[in-house]
């Protein structure tokens, strides 16, 4: 006999195989099942973990992010008394947030911080500093010390003036030597960076996230925002996972909704929409500002419509 999948079951009567079924057609649609995960099912202490994880890894999340998924399915559980495979976990708590601002917090940042360029040097920076985009990010690449100390410097120049936000991407004690207004780093940065330091300057920092697991890694360490992508493929760098697509964007922004977060990978005008409806309160623009025939143009449509979705969406 096949078990009919049952979207709410009480914590002494789970079913492995209906749980998974009933958890994989709630949500498959907004996560984006293809094909089932050939990931080996492994035994754990407790069944609605074991059918959370297991539903996850059929979705196609990796190991580590269908780990803490699971777990914060567990929490909910035992939070509310009952299993409900409609209800993805989206409760900070269930994923062990604790609320905000902690001792370890960087200083704060605009929850809304807008259209969020991200820019090669500090000439493009001064340039979109300039034609009045909120928040600017100086992603240099250069292995010469001299050489990033000069940019750094020029881009904390370039926004003087304006009302545009200047984050240094990973070259953070030049962002503390120039005056940043702060820093943004990857997941591997946080091995290397003196956060402390950071933090001590009273630089604010953001933080680059994948996924559930380097999410919950972020928080940690209460940055002053979050990054969540990519959310679209993008050939401007390689990706570190598979597009996360607008339907776990919206996941997201649920379980963080009390940092000010951004939106990054592969956004343009026309899927601004969507990302702008999951809850996030910045889009991150790449190729889609540089490359246009009018940046500055470009740059005040896009910061319009920014900010026209934010009001419709609260």
């Known amino acids: ?25 709630a949500h498959q649609r907004a996560f984006g099942l293809e ?41 909910q559980a035992e939070r509310t008394g009952c299993f409900e495979a409609a209800q993805w976990p989206t409760e900070p708590s269930d994923f062990g947030i604790q609320p905000l601002p902690r001792k370890n917090s960087f200083a704060p940042c605009p929850q809304q911080l807008g259209l969020y360029a991200v820019l090669p040097d500090a000439a493009w920076v001064a340039r979109m500093a300039r034609a009045g985009v909120p928040t600017v ?28 936000l200047l984050f240094i991407n990973d070259h953070w004690q030049a962002a503390i030597d120039a005056g940043a207004y702060g820093v943004h780093l990857g997941q591997e940065d946080l091995d290397i960076a003196d956060l402390s330091a950071i ?25 002053s925002y979050i990054a969540m992508g990519a959310v679209f493929p993008t050939t401007l760098k390689r ?31 026309a899927r601004l929409p969507d990302v702008m409806a999951s809850g996030v309160g910045s889009a991150a623009v790449v190729r889609a500002m540089v490359a246009a025939a009018d940046p500055e143009a470009e740059a005040s449509r896009l910061q319009s419509e920014i900010l026209k979705l934010s009001a419709q969406n609260r």
């Open 199 to 223: 933090r001590q300057a009273g630089l604010r920092l953001g933080l680059s996230t994948h996924g559930y697991a380097e999410m919950m890694r972020a928080d940690a360490h209460a940055p």
């Open 239 to 269: 990706m570190v996972t598979a597009a996360q697509g607008t339907g776990r964007l919206g996941a997201y922004a649920s379980v963080l909704r009390d940092y000010p977060l951004v939106a990054i990978g592969g956004i343009d005008a």
């Open 1 to 25: 006999m096949t078990n009919t999948p049952n979207p709410q079951q009480t914590l002494e009567r789970i079913d492995h195989d209906s749980a998974v079924q009933a958890i994989i057609s």
């Open 137 to 164: 990010q100086l992603r240099f690449k250069s292995e010469d010390p001299a050489a990033v100390a000069r940019e750094v410097q020029a881009a904390v120049q370039a926004v003087q003036g304006t009302d545009a």
């Open 35 to 75: 094909t089932a995960s050939t990931a080996v099912y492994k035994p754990a202490h407790n069944a609605i973990y074991n059918a959370a994880n297991d539903a996850c890894l059929r979705m196609g999340f990796i190991e580590i992010d269908a780990d803490c998924v699971a777990k914060a399915w567990q929490s």
